[in-house]
């Protein structure tokens, strides 16, 4: 458990896995079959899952409570279509919102003949903002990370108790990220390369939790290093 003097990484290594014949998940925290102890929510972050679907398969998408999932896809792009609407496309450089409830389904498909596509499936519990009137769902905004050595805002609904940003660096770039509440926690993970982040090594796919602090300083340690930060993190 995460208490607010302590920094805890999340090694790529030991994430649990779960995988069917054309679905695969690494959870870095616990979610679903996988549970174990020092993978609790950090906050309001409940569910960080770096998912891969085979070529033409789909992956049933719902939740038992209200949250809010962020869809991002890393290698490809996924169709996503909800129940009885038009499926959406969702691109690398794109993020999409949705506002779930006990009564959505979502279907997630890879729609290319011959290609894998990998994305990340990210739950904010937002239960206490999410009544009615709900923030609309299915929301995609973009980001461009042509834009090097700079953190990018990945705008969600006004809502949501977390804040998204990512970032593409060259070697030995630095950044910082300010935590505006004392209270709120962070969450950093390496989409490609290696970053020291507070004085530690972290490498693609690993993740750090942060509580009490103002700063996070990092430093890219590799050219075309991506990471992402979750701010806002409270409950």
């Known amino acids: ?3 607010q003097t302590d920094a805890q990484i999340y090694l790529e290594g030991l994430r649990g896995e779960f995988q069917t014949d054309g679905f695969r998940s690494f959870r870095t925290l616990n979610f679903e079959e996988y549970c174990t102890t020092d993978r609790e929510a950090v906050g309001a972050l409940e569910v960080l899952s770096d998912e891969t679907l085979m070529p033409e398969c789909s992956y049933e998408l719902y939740s038992a409570k209200n949250c809010q999932i962020i869809l991002l896809p890393m290698v490809g ?8 609407k038009e499926p959406k496309f969702v691109n690398s450089g794109e993020a999409m919102f949705l506002n779930i409830t006990p009564d959505c389904i979502y279907t997630i498909t890879n729609p290319y003949t011959d290609e894998p596509v990998n994305y990340l499936q990210i739950r904010i519990n937002d239960n206490p903002l999410l009544s ?3 923030p609309l769902s299915g929301i995609t905004t973009q980001f461009d990370l042509s834009k090097v050595n700079v953190l990018l805002p990945i705008p969600g609904h006004d ?4 804040h998204l940003f990512i970032g593409k660096y ?3 770039e630095e950044g910082i990220f300010t935590i ?6 962070a969450f950093i993970f390496i989409i490609e390369g290696a970053f020291e982040v507070q004085n ?6 690993d993740g750090l939790a942060l509580g009490n602090v103002r700063e996070i300083e990092f430093e890219a340690l590799s050219d075309g290093a991506v990471l992402l ?3 806002g993190l409270t409950l």
Request: aromatic share 0%; no cysteine; proline share 6%.
């Open 200 to 205: 530690r090594l972290l490498e693609k796919r």
């Open 170 to 172: 060259d070697g030995r």
């Open 1 to 3: 458990m995460l208490t």
């Open 180 to 185: 505006k509440n004392p209270d709120q926690k």
């Open 229 to 231: 930060i979750i701010g």
């Open 132 to 134: 009615t009137p709900m």
């Open 159 to 162: 809502g949501s108790s977390a």
């Open 77 to 84: 792009a996924i169709e996503v279509e909800e129940r009885g």
